[in-house]
């Protein structure tokens, strides 16, 4: 028998998203499940060195908080809530959850998904966590469970697992499964796909951006769904939105995960009506044999100081200051294991304000000693402040610092993990590790390209003007995805904006690897770029640890654009 749509919704997009989501979304209208994504790298890192302090935490206690408003409304309305809250100690959190209800009187059932954890495989590490997919889920959704708690799960696994659950999927449904994957990537970082970070933001109202609500997806059968949000709650879901959240840190037309490698060259999206996107179409093939595993362990001590040039002769002024101090470093003995200068020159010739006729020199020292960033950094800083440039002032002295972390992946035999649901009745069941068949990882081989639009007059102008972006990281290397919103555009984006041409527009790539990635069904191109963020977000190499704001700055570069885009 044909079951009805699924509706899932997201309350989180990451640990520290909106507090109030869970209650908006439960009393905002239907749904069947409310997911909640509240980790990544960092957030890995972060739990990590709370368990060092006590080994019964490692899990976001903000979700706790957050449910003891909520797990009665969720029960009064039969909606099942899936979180990767979990974090490094899932069982420690549904323990935590058991209390909770005992304490409100709310019956509920409660279910976890362990198996995740390898630190034992990978010595040094402080984190070492494979990424889990939805079949663990979806065993304890069968098992009866109101409350699944996982650790570490893809985060379209927080939606692959529910469906498969209510439509009765079988492992090599690769399609639906895909379809399900789409969905659950486009949901998991919450309002991104409402609005929230959206590159044309400017040409909607601006009250309507004020509070976006959170997505939700009506997913079918067939694994096709609806990307739409709560009636009466701000934001907007249109193709731009959920085509920037598709592409929001993916790479290739191939995006492979521990269900199904979904193939994102194949989404279509349709604007179905107001504030609701069709995704269909979408493709799937077997998962790869490997799982990935998100390391983390802390590289040492970090700290920095920002020194305020105004006015005249700023490059002197940073000349000087950056002599002295590596100097008076020196002759302490205490100079840093790595030192970074960054100049922003934000300073404004003929300024009407001092903050405007200012830019700032900032210095990022790590070493594996705290004191050498610490009372070192922060004496030889202070001491110039009578000696140096003049108008010698820092946005704050430096403090003692702190540690800073390193991500890495690695990728284990998928037979190797012991994923497990933990049923509410205590039952472990393992989770066999998928379908029959799997399929080691390959490029898609470069669509054709469109015919080139046909020459005509320019303007040099933003490609901003023409076309949006958003980017992020994966461990050390950052996306970007761009896309334009008419094919007359993407015959120009298609030819234009070369690996070439990107490396020329935004310097800071030049010498590294940078792969294109196009994907024609969503007028888009995806680049990756190799190693920008150093050892990851953790590690904090970088002006932007996480690429956030990389795809405005590639749209505030000025380019010949064709006037008939204009």
């Not at 899936?82 to 209800?101: F, H, K, M, T």
């Not at 140096?388 to 002032?393: A, C, M, N």
């Not at 649901?421 to 393992?430: K, S």
Request: glycine share 12%; net charge negative.
């Amino acid at each position: 028998m044909k079951r009805s749509p699924l509706r899932v919704g997201n309350a989180s997009g990451f640990y520290g998203d909106r507090f109030d989501a869970l209650r908006e979304m439960l009393t905002g209208g239907h749904l069947d499940v409310l997911t909640g994504d509240y980790l990544a790298e960092l957030t890995m890192l972060i739990l990590g060195r709370d368990r060092l302090k006590d080994p019964a935490r490692g899990y976001a206690k903000t979700f706790l908080r957050q449910l003891e408003e909520c797990l009665g409304t969720a029960h009064e309305r039969g909606v099942k809530i899936v979180v990767n809250a979990g974090g490094l100690n899932p069982a420690g959190l549904a323990g935590a959850v058991r209390d909770l209800a005992a304490r409100l009187g709310v019956p509920t059932r409660v279910a976890h998904v362990e198996g995740d954890d390898l630190g034992a495989r990978f010595p040094g590490a402080l984190t070492a966590h494979a990424y889990l997919g939805g079949a663990g889920i979806a065993a304890c959704l069968r098992g009866g469970a109101d409350v699944v708690v996982t650790g570490r799960v893809t985060d379209a696994a927080l939606v692959t697992g529910p469906a498969a659950a209510h439509f009765g999927w079988a492992p090599t449904a690769y399609d639906r499964l895909a379809g399900a994957v789409v969905a659950g990537h486009v949901l998991e970082c919450g309002t991104q796909a409402t609005g929230g970070n959206y590159a044309f933001f400017a040409a909607h109202d601006p009250a309507a951006l004020r509070r976006p609500g959170f997505p939700l997806a009506e997913i079918h059968e067939d694994g096709s769904a609806v990307i739409t949000k709560h009636d009466g709650t701000g934001g907007l879901v249109d193709v731009g939105t959920v085509t920037a959240q598709l592409l929001y840190e993916t790479q290739g037309a191939r995006y492979a995960g521990p269900d199904v490698t979904a193939r994102l060259d194949t989404v279509t999206l349709t604007q179905e009506g107001p504030d609701r996107v069709r995704v269909d179409g979408v493709r799937g093939e077997a998962p790869p044999p490997t799982l990935k595993v998100g390391l983390t362990r802390l590289g040492g001590h970090r700290n920095e100081v920002v020194f305020v040039l105004t006015g005249l002769d700023i490059e002197a002024k940073a000349a000087l200051v950056r002599a002295q101090l590596e100097d008076a470093l020196h002759r302490a003995g205490s100079r840093p294991a790595e030192l970074r200068w960054e100049l922003a020159r934000t300073d404004h010739a003929d300024a009407a304000t001092e903050e405007t006729a200012s830019a700032l020199l900032r210095l990022v020292v790590r070493d594996p000693d705290a004191d050498a960033v610490g009372r070192a950094l922060g004496g030889a800083a202070v001491e110039l402040a009578l000696g140096s440039y003049p108008g010698f002032h820092v946005t704050a002295p430096p403090g003692k610092g702190d540690p800073y972390g390193i991500f890495e992946a690695a990728y284990v035999d998928r037979s190797d993990v012991p994923h497990t649901a933990v049923l509410p009745d205590g039952e472990r069941r393992p989770v066999e590790p998928g379908g029959h068949d799997t399929l080691v990882l390959q490029d898609v081989p470069p669509p054709p390209l469109p015919a080139p639009l046909p020459p005509g007059p320019t303007r040099r102008a933003p490609l901003g003007l023409v076309a949006g972006a958003r980017s992020g990281d994966k461990g050390g290397d950052a996306n970007i995805g761009v896309w334009v919103r008419s094919y007359d555009a993407w015959r120009w984006l298609a030819h234009e904006l070369t690996v070439d041409r990107l490396r020329q527009l935004l310097p800071e790539c030049a010498d590294l690897t940078v792969v294109r990635h196009d994907l024609p069904n969503l007028r888009a191109l995806n680049f990756v770029v190799g190693g920008l963020l150093g050892a990851g977000v953790a590690a904090r190499a970088r002006f932007d640890p996480q690429a956030k704001g990389l795809g405005e700055w590639l749209r505030a570069r000025h380019l010949d654009l064709p006037e008939v885009l204009l």
